[in-house]
C-alpha cells in the first residue's frame, strides 16, 4: 500500500515562505501523478497544483499562481510544493495525495492515495 507523507508545515508570518515536501515509503513516486490539497477549518479540500508523471504542472487556483511552485526531485522520490509570499488565506491544512492514471486533476475524489496533512497556518 502506496503511503504518503508531507512535512514542512508550520507557523510564518505574512511574507514568509514554507517549502512543503511529499515523500513515499516503499514506492516509487516517478509513475505518479501528485497532487496538492488544502483545506481550511469550515472548508471543502480544494485542489492547489498537480504534476504528472511526465512533470506536466497545472496550478488551479488563482491565488496561488505566481506564489506556489511545484516541483519533483526524482532522486530524492519527493514532490514540493514551494509556497512564497504567504498569505493568511493559506492557512490550512495541506495533503499531497497520487493517482496512477489519467493525468492531473483537481477533483479530489480521483486520488487513490493521501498523506495525513501538514499544517500551515500565516499569522501575524
Known amino acids: 500500500q502506496l503511503q504518503l507523507v508531507e512535512s514542512g508545515g508550520g507557523s510564518v508570518q505574512p511574507g514568509g515562505s514554507l517549502r512543503l515536501s511529499c515523500v513515499a515509503s516503499?514506492?516509487?513516486?516517478?509513475?505518479?501523478?501528485i497532487g496538492w490539497f488544502r483545506q481550511a477549518p469550515g472548508k471543502e479540500r480544494e485542489g492547489v497544483s498537480c504534476i504528472s508523471s511526465s512533470d506536466g504542472r497545472w496550478y488551479y487556483l488563482d491565488s496561488v499562481k505566481g506564489r506556489f511552485t511545484i516541483s519533483r526531485d526524482r532522486a530524492k522520490n519527493t514532490v514540493y510544493l514551494q509556497m512564497n509570499s504567504l498569505k493568511p488565506e493559506d492557512t490550512a491544512v495541506y495533503y499531497c495525495?497520487?493517482?496512477?492514471?489519467?493525468?492531473?486533476?483537481?477533483?479530489?475524489?480521483?486520488?487513490?492515495?493521501w498523506g495525513q496533512g501538514t499544517q500551515v497556518t500565516v499569522s501575524s
Open positions: 516503499e514506492f516509487t513516486l516517478d509513475d505518479l501523478h
Open positions: 495525495a497520487a493517482r496512477r492514471i489519467s493525468g492531473c486533476t483537481s477533483y479530489s475524489k480521483f486520488y487513490n492515495y
